[in-house]
C-alpha cells in the first residue's frame, strides 16, 4: 500500500552566508566545542568562546545572540541528520514504514540522542528558558508526532497529545533518570512503548 509523503522543511539550516562569515561561525563552534570537551557546558560563556576563538566578544553575541543559541547551534548537524532520517530515510523512521512503527521508532531515536547530549542540550535550555518550543527543531518534531498521531489514532487531539508525547524528551529528565537513577536507554525504551500502548 502506498503512502503518501507529508514535506516538512528541515529546520536548522543556515541562510546563505558570506565566505568570511562562514570561518567565523566555525571559529566560534569549534571554540564552543573543545571548552565543552575540555571544561564542560557550564564553562561555555560568550567571554569564553571569544576567548577560545581569537576574537572580540561583540562578533560572537552578534552571530549568535546568547549562549543558549550557541549552544543549539552546536547541535544543529545532528539535528539535520535526525531530521533527514526521519523525513526522508529508511524505515522503521522513514516514511515506508507504517505510521504506529514510525512514532515508536522516532520516539526511540530522540530517547538515544537525549541521553548522548543531555549535557549539552541541558545547557542550552538553562542558558534560554522555553526556547525549545519556538525552535524549528521542535516545531517540527512537534508536526511530524501530531502527523503520524492523525494517521494512526484518528478522533485523538494530535496537537496537543504531540506535545505530551514530547514533554518527557527534555535534559534535566535524562539527566535525573541516567545519573540519580541510573536508568540505561533500554529502561526508557521500554517505558516508551508502555507510553504508546495506553495512547
Avoid at 19 to 34: P, Q, S, T, V, Y
Amino acid at each position: 500500500m502506498s503512502r503518501s509523503r507529508i514535506e516538512l522543511p528541515v529546520s536548522g539550516q543556515a541562510p546563505p552566508e558570506r565566505a568570511d562569515a562562514a570561518r567565523n561561525r566555525r571559529k566560534i563552534l569549534d571554540a564552543a566545542a573543545r571548552l565543552i570537551a575540555e571544561q564542560g557546558p557550564d564553562a561555555v560563556t560568550m567571554n569564553a568562546v571569544a576567548h577560545a576563538a581569537g576574537m572580540g566578544v561583540g562578533t560572537v553575541y552578534r552571530r549568535f545572540g546568547d549562549v543558549g543559541q550557541l549552544l543549539l547551534a552546536l547541535l544543529d548537524d545532528d539535528e539535520r541528520r535526525f531530521q533527514e532520517a526521519f523525513l526522508g530515510g529508511p524505515p522503521p523512521l522513514g516514511p515506508e514504514a507504517p505510521p504506529e512503527e514510525r512514532l515508536r521508532a522516532f520516539l526511540y531515536t530522540l530517547a538515544e540522542r537525549l541521553a548522548g547530549c543531555r549535557a549539552v542540550m541541558g545547557a542550552a535550555e538553562a542558558a534560554s528558558p522555553g526556547a525549545r518550543y519556538r525552535s524549528g527543531a521542535y516545531l517540527t518534531m512537534h508536526t511530524h508526532v501530531a502527523m503520524l498521531l492523525r494517521q494512526s489514532r484518528p478522533g485523538v487531539d494530535a496537537p496537543v497529545l504531540a506535545h505530551l508525547l514530547l514533554a518527557p524528551f527534555v535534559p534535566s529528565l535524562f539527566e535525573h533518570l541516567a545519573v540519580d537513577r541510573e536508568v540505561p536507554v533500554d529502561r526508557i525504551k521500554a517505558g516508551i512503548d508502555v507510553l504508546l500502548r495506553a495512547v
